[in-house]
């Protein structure tokens, strides 16, 4: 009888998982039309959010050296959003979280509008070959 229940228990969390993943919604591989970027980049890419720019290039940052990205982000949906975006240099074990937008009374891009950002990895001298990026929204 105890094995009956694991079962039951097992086939709802199957699909509890399901419709949750299902609600998530992200778009991996959707790779933004602008890439100014010359590395492998993997795309985990909410389908509330467009990736309008996406450049990196090494410059300097609060006089330090940096490997400073450049990303825009278009709100796509029909209700204001607040995004997270995280880069992650997986060749060099290095990664970034950047509020979209950073500030506001409310902190929100609104419906069809873009924000752009600037994500610059401090100490970093030379690009990355190897990116994942990921934009979730967030609850405002």
């Keep these: 009888m105890k094995h009956k229940h694991c079962g039951l228990f097992g086939v709802v969390l199957v699909v509890a998982l399901l419709f ?6 992200y778009a991996a591989g959707r790779a933004p039309e602008n890439v100014n970027c010359d590395a492998d980049i993997h795309w ?5 959010a467009k990736i309008i720019q996406f450049d990196c290039a090494l410059g300097k940052h609060g006089g330090e050296p940096a490997l400073i990205f450049t990303v ?8 204001a959003q607040r995004y997270r975006i995280n880069i992650f240099l997986e060749d060099m074990a290095k990664g970034f979280g ?29 690009e990355s070959k190897k990116i994942l990026v990921i934009v979730k929204k967030i609850s405002n």
């Design 98 to 126: 950047h509020l979209v937008p950073a500030k506001g009374k409310p902190p929100v891009v609104e419906p069809g509008k873009s924000e752009k950002v600037k994500i610059p990895f401090i100490k970093v001298e030379k």
């Design 20 to 25: 949750g993943l299902g609600s998530v919604c």
């Design 44 to 48: 985990e890419i909410d389908m509330d």
């Design 72 to 79: 825009g982000i278009e709100n796509v949906s029909s209700t």
